[in-house]
């Protein structure tokens, strides 16, 4: 009689640990429509913090390090949502009568990359809530001004050569005539 108890409580405790696994298989369509749905709003956030970022970078801008990071693992993450959608609807019409799949393993694994990759899209779409997605570039030591060219002022410039290589002269000066020099007093 104990031993037959003791069965008896292992029979739920069985049922829970198979109930979740086939829920995978079950769910398979559903969650293939949620991951869908959860991708598209992913898609619509990345545009937006794209944008964004792109906004701010034809301001002088510098694209923030954890912005950059996060919208290389949506790029990365939407190639391999796309396979798992794919290879999840080749399971789909796989299955006889629409309802039962022609390989259980085959359809577990995708029903779980599914439910696994739909929990990470959900989690990138929470991270991807920025207040700020760029900031300003630090202004250079030397803010360095355009110079216009001028014309005919190689006479003045050999003028004022001359004297500050002329021993004799101490100081220089520039008036509207021209340059002058004075000797050391």
């Not at 198979?18 to 995978?24: A, F, Q, R």
């Not at 990138?124 to 360095?144: C, N, T, W, Y």
């Not at 003028?159 to 002269?169: A, G, N, T």
Request: a negative charge.
């Amino acid at each position: 009689m104990e031993f037959l108890s003791s069965i008896l409580d292992l029979v739920p405790c069985l049922y829970d640990h198979t109930s979740k696994h086939t829920l995978y298989i079950r769910d398979l369509k559903k969650n293939i429509e949620a991951l869908s749905k959860e991708m598209e709003k992913l898609n619509n956030l990345y545009e937006d913090v794209k944008a964004g970022v792109e906004r701010a970078e034809q301001q002088q801008m510098k694209r923030r390090k954890e912005v950059g990071g996060w919208i290389r693992e949506v790029e990365d993450m939407e190639k391999e949502v796309n396979e798992i959608l794919r290879r999840g609807d080749q399971e789909i019409q796989k299955r006889c009568l629409g309802c039962c799949p022609r390989n259980c393993w085959s359809s577990y694994r995708i029903g779980k990359a599914v439910s696994e990759k739909l929990v990470a899209v959900s989690g990138q779409i929470s991270k991807g809530h920025f207040d700020v997605v760029a900031d300003m570039l630090p202004r250079p030591p030397v803010d360095e001004l355009p110079m216009e060219e001028i014309v005919g002022s190689e006479l003045t410039y050999d003028r004022i050569c001359r004297c500050l290589k002329d021993p004799q002269v101490g100081i220089v000066g520039y008036m509207e005539w021209g340059v002058w020099a004075k000797p050391p007093s």
